[in-house]
C-alpha cells in the first residue's frame, strides 16, 4: 500500500515556516527503500529564530499566558491534544510504520502510549498548583521559608526509533511545568512529530510554546545544544553524540539530561517455565525491531537448561512474521536505514571471524528482496572480549553465553560500560529480589523485559547517561526550584551595634 507523507515546513511560534536556507532532506521508507516524501532542513539560522519565539513566549504578557499560568490551564492544552492524538491515531500510526519501519502495530500501541502520557503530564502540571509555595519546616520561628517550582526553558532532541513517543517522553512534561520547547528529532524519523506541530496549531497552544525544528545534527542539533539562550538540553541516543551535546552545554553550563546507548543483559535461571522465558528473551531484543536501547541484548541462560532453550529460542524465532510494517501481523519490520542495515550486517559479520556462530538468522529474509530486512539473529560461543558482546547493536540481534551460578550470572551482567536495563527470568522470586539490587542498571525486569509505563521512572546509569524520564522524576528535569526565606519577627536582627541616637555631628569649618 502507497503512501506520501504531508508536506511540512519548520513549525515555529505556532506557524509553518520555511528554512531560511531552502533546503530539504528525502524521506526514504526503509521497507520500500522509496522516497515518500521530503522534510525541512533546518540550520543555525532557523534555530535562532525558535529560540527567539520560545524566549518570547516565556514573557508574553508578564509570562501569565503560559509560564506563570496556573498547571491547570496548562493541563487543558495537553488533554487536548492527547484527544488530538488519538482522534488521528490511524493516520500517525501508518505514518510511523513508514518512516521508522517498526510494525503497525507497534506504531499504534506507541500512539496509545503518547496519548497517555500527555493525559498523564496534564494530572502533573495540576498537581504541581498543589505543590506551589510548600512550606519548609526551619529550626528557627523568627523564619518562614515556601518554595516555588518555576520552568527551567528547555531545548529537546530526540532519537528515531520512537520519534513521536520519545519526543512525548520530553514535550509533555516540559510543557506541563511551563516551559517553551524546541524539538529535533532525528532527521531519519520526523514525520510524526511535524505532525505534532500541526495538532498544536489546531488545540490552539500559545503561539512559541513549542517548536519544531527538522535537520541534520551538525546543522540543527549542534546550534541547539551550544545556543546561549537555550536553557537546558535533554537528549536521548547514542553516547557518542551525548558526549558532543554534554560538551556543547558545557560551555554555558546549562544542565543536560541524557538517555544514551545500552547492553543491556537478561538472566534465564534453570527453574522456569521454557517457553515463556523464551517469548520474553525475544520480545526483550527484537521488540521495535531491535532499535531499542534497553534492548535485552545479551542473553546469559543456566548451563543445565542452555541446549533446550536454545532450542526453543530458535523455533519461536522461525514463527517470527517478518514483512512490510503495514502487513497484518508484521513482528518484525526493516531497520531504520541503509546505513543502518550496513552497520548491523558488519556486526554478524565482526562476530562470525572473531569466533562465534550464527545459530540462527543473520541475513537478508529470502521473501524480501528490497528494503533494510535483516532475520531476527541468535548468535552463540560469544567470549566476553568480542565486539558484539560489549558494544550496542542497535538491530535484531541477540548474543548468548552461559553460566553455572548466581554470582558468576551477575557479574557478567554487570560487565558492560552501560547500565540501562537488565532483566531476570526466574521463579525463586527470593533469588530474583537479590539479582534485582545486584544489577548496576537503572531499570530492571523481572520475569519480563521492555514494558513502560509513563508514571514509572526511566534512565540509566555509566554510559547509559544520567537523570530520569517519566513519572514525576520526568517533571522535575523541566523546574528549577526557588526558595523564598521571610523575616517575620518585630524585633531587630541584632547582630551589629547599632549607631548611638544621639549622633555626633563633625565640627563646623572655619
Request: proline share 5%; net charge negative; aromatic share 8%.
Amino acid at each position: 500500500m502507497a503512501m506520501a507523507i504531508p508536506s511540512r515546513l519548520l513549525f515555529i511560534d505556532g506557524d509553518w515556516k520555511e528554512p531560511v536556507k531552502k533546503n530539504r532532506i528525502p524521506v526514504i521508507n526503509p521497507a520500500t527503500e522509496l522516497i515518500i516524501g521530503d522534510i525541512p532542513a533546518a540550520t543555525a539560522e532557523d534555530v535562532d529564530i525558535a529560540v527567539e519565539a520560545a524566549r518570547g513566549a516565556l514573557k508574553r504578557n508578564g509570562g501569565k499566558e503560559w509560564a506563570s499560568a496556573s498547571g491547570a490551564h496548562r493541563a487543558k492544552y495537553l488533554r487536548a491534544i492527547a484527544s488530538k492524538i488519538m482522534e488521528k491515531k490511524s493516520e500517525l500510526s501508518k505514518l510511523e510504520a513508514i518512516d521508522c519501519g517498526k510494525p503497525l502495530e507497534e506504531a499504534a500501541w506507541d500512539m496509545d502510549d503518547v496519548a497517555g502520557c500527555f493525559e498523564y503530564n496534564a494530572d502533573l502540571a495540576e498537581e504541581l498548583d498543589r505543590k506551589q509555595n510548600a512550606s519548609v519546616a526551619l529550626p528557627m520561628e523568627t523564619f518562614k521559608c515556601h518554595i516555588i517550582r518555576e520552568p527551567i526553558g528547555v531545548g529537546l532532541i530526540t532519537p528515531w526509533n520512537y520519534p513521536l513517543l520519545m519526543a512525548t517522553w520530553k514535550v509533555a512534561p516540559a510543557l506541563a511545568a511551563g516551559c517553551a520547547a524546541i524539538l529535533k528529532p532525528s532527521e531519519l524519523a520526523s514525520v510524526t512529530c511535524l505532525e505534532l506541530g500541526e495538532i498544536c496549531r489546531e488545540v490552539g497552544l500559545p503561539p512559541g510554546v513549542l517548536n519544531i525544528l527538522t535537520g541534520l545534527g551538525p546543522e540543527a542539533g549542534a546550534p541547539l545544544a551550544s545556543h546561549p539562550n537555550v536553557d537546558k538540553i535533554a537528549f536521548t541516543g547514542s553516547s557518542v553524540t551525548g558526549s558532543k551535546v554534554m560538551t556543547a552545554a558545557a560551555q554555558n553550563v546549562k544542565p543536560v539530561t541524557l538517555e544514551l546507548g545500552g547492553k543491556s543483559p537478561i538472566v534465564v535461571f534453570d527453574n522456569v517455565d521454557i517457553d515463556k522465558a523464551a517469548e520474553w528473551a525475544l520480545f526483550g531484543c527484537f521488540w521495535t525491531n531491535g532499535q531499542i536501547c534497553s534492548a535485552t541484548s545479551r542473553l546469559l541462560v543456566h548451563e543445565s537448561i542452555a541446549e533446550e532453550f536454545l532450542d526453543k529460542l530458535v523455533m519461536w524465532a522461525k514463527n517470527i512474521k517478518i514483512s512490510d510494517p503495514l502487513e497484518e501481523g508484521c513482528r518484525l519490520g526493516a531497520v531504520v536505514s541503509g546505513a543502518q542495515y550496513e552497520k548491523v550486517l558488519k556486526f554478524i559479520s565482526t562476530a562470525k571471524s572473531e569466533g562465534a556462530t550464527i545459530l540462527f538468522g543473520g541475513e537478508r529474509p529470502e521473501h524480501l528482496e528490497k528494503g533494510f530486512y535483516i532475520n531476527p539473529t541468535i548468535i552463540t560461543d560469544v567470549t566476553t572480549s568480542m565486539q558484539i558482546w560489549r558494544d550496542e547493536v542497535f538491530g535484531p540481534v541477540l548474543c548468548v553465553k552461559t553460566f553455572s551460578a548466581e554470582q558468576e550470572a551477575i557479574e557478567l551482567a554487570n560487565d558492560t560500560h552501560y547500565g540501562l536495563g537488565s532483566a531476570i527470568i526466574s521463579n525463586d522470586l527470593e533469588r530474583c529480589d537479590r539479582v534485582a539490587k545486584a544489577f548496576d542498571a537503572g531499570i530492571v525486569w523481572v520475569n519480563c523485559s521492555q514494558p513502560c509505563f509513563c508514571q514509572a521512572p526511566w534512565g540509566g546509569k555509566k554510559r547509559s547517561g544520567f537523570g530520569r524520564e517519566l513519572g514525576e522524576w520526568g517533571l522535575d528535569n523541566y523546574l528549577s526550584v526557588k526558595q523564598v526565606t521571610r523575616y517575620i519577627s518585630n524585633d531587630a536582627w541584632g547582630w551589629y551595634t547599632p549607631p548611638s541616637s544621639k549622633l555626633t555631628r563633625p565640627a563646623k569649618q572655619t
